[in-house]
C-alpha cells in the first residue's frame, strides 16, 4: 500500500512488509520539467513532486535500484530491511541525474548491507553554501553490517573529503566489530562519539587500515522486525492513486 503526499510511504504502519521487486522506472511519472533563471539565463530541469521516500520493515528484497531514489528531492530512509545486501544505480551512471538538493539520507539497521558504492555517492553533490548549519547535506550510515576490519566506509569517507569548500555536507557513520553471519555484533562510532560531523573534520580525518578482501558476513547490530505480510512488487507505470503534494523544488 503506497500512501502520497510530499513523501511516499511503502509500508503502511511499523508492522513489516514484503516487497519483492522494485522496477528501476516505478516513480517516473513523478518526474517533470521546470525552466528556472539562473544569471539572466533561462535553464530547463528536471525535478520531483516528491519530496520523501522511505522504504523501511521490509523482506525479501536483496537489491534496491538507486534509480527510483532519482525521482526524491529532499529526505530519504532505508531502514531495517534484514535481507538488502545491495545498493545498485542499473541505468548508465554518467547519464544518471545528480540528487542536488537531497538534504537526509538515513540507512540504519539493514543487517545484510555494508556500504554505499561510490556510483551512488557520485550523484549526491551535497548542498551548495551559503547555508545554515541545519541547511546541508547529511548522511547517516549507521547500525548496519560492514565490519570495522573491512572497507565499507571508505566511498563514504572518501566522499566526504572531496566535497569542495562551496558545498555543506556531514557524515554519521558506525561499523561492527566481532562480526560473525547473523551474530550480534559491537557497534563502534567512527570519527568521533555519535555525532553528525561535517567535511571539516573528514578532510583531516585518517581513516584505519582496512581489509578490503574480508570476507562480507551479515552482522545484526539491531534486533529484525518480526512480523509477516503478503510479498508485493512495485512496478513501473501510473504511481498507485493518492493525494500528491502540488508543491515541487
Known amino acids: 500500500?503506497?500512501?502520497?503526499?510530499?513523501?511516499?510511504?511503502?509500508?503502511?504502519?511499523?508492522?513489516?512488509?514484503?516487497?519483492?521487486?522494485?522496477?528501476?522506472?516505478?516513480?517516473?511519472?513523478?518526474?517533470?520539467?521546470?525552466?528556472?533563471v539562473e544569471e539572466g539565463v533561462d535553464v530547463t530541469e528536471t525535478t520531483t513532486k516528491l519530496r520523501g521516500f522511505w522504504f523501511d520493515f521490509n523482506s525479501g528484497l536483496s537489491s534496491l535500484p538507486w534509480d527510483i531514489l532519482f525521482?526524491?528531492?529532499?529526505?530519504?530512509?532505508?531502514?531495517?530491511?534484514?535481507?538488502?545486501?545491495?545498493?545498485?544505480?542499473l541505468q548508465n551512471v554518467t547519464n544518471a541525474p545528480v540528487m542536488r538538493v537531497l538534504k537526509t539520507l538515513i540507512i540504519?539497521?539493514?543487517?545484510?548491507?555494508?556500504?554505499?558504492?561510490?556510483?551512488?555517492?557520485d550523484k549526491i553533490p551535497g548542498l551548495a553554501a551559503p547555508a545554515t548549519a541545519a541547511d546541508?547535506?547529511?548522511?547517516h550510515f549507521t547500525g548496519n553490517g560492514n565490519q570495522c576490519d573491512g572497507c565499507g566506509l571508505s566511498p563514504l569517507v572518501n566522499w566526504a573529503k572531496s566535497r569542495p569548500q562551496t558545498t555543506k555536507v556531514a557524515l554519521r557513520l558506525t561499523c561492527q566489530s566481532n562480526c560473525a553471519d547473523?551474530?550480534?555484533?559491537?557497534?563502534?562510532?567512527?570519527?568521533?562519539?555519535?555525532?553528525?560531523?561535517?567535511?571539516d573534520f573528514w578532510r583531516t580525518y585518517v581513516e584505519p587500515a582496512c581489509n578490503a578482501d574480508l570476507t562480507?558476513?551479515?552482522?545484526r547490530s539491531v534486533s529484525d522486525p518480526v512480523s509477516a505480510s503478503t510479498p508485493s512488487s512495485v512496478s513501473g507505470g501510473p504511481v498507485p492513486s493518492a493525494k500528491l503534494s502540488d508543491q515541487t523544488t
Open 108 to 121: 540504519f539497521a539493514n543487517k545484510g548491507l555494508t556500504t554505499l558504492p561510490t556510483s551512488v555517492l
Open 1 to 36: 500500500m503506497f500512501y502520497v503526499t510530499e513523501q511516499l510511504f511503502p509500508f503502511p504502519g511499523p508492522s513489516q512488509s514484503s516487497v519483492l521487486s522494485i522496477h528501476p522506472e516505478a516513480f517516473e511519472p513523478l518526474r517533470f520539467e521546470r525552466t528556472v
Open 216 to 219: 562480507p558476513v551479515a552482522c
Open 182 to 199: 547473523n551474530i550480534t555484533g559491537v557497534e563502534q562510532a567512527v570519527g568521533h562519539a555519535y555525532a553528525t560531523l561535517t567535511s
Open 71 to 89: 525521482t526524491v528531492s529532499k529526505s530519504l530512509s532505508i531502514i531495517s530491511n534484514p535481507d538488502l545486501s545491495q545498493l545498485t544505480i
Open 136 to 139: 546541508r547535506t547529511e548522511i
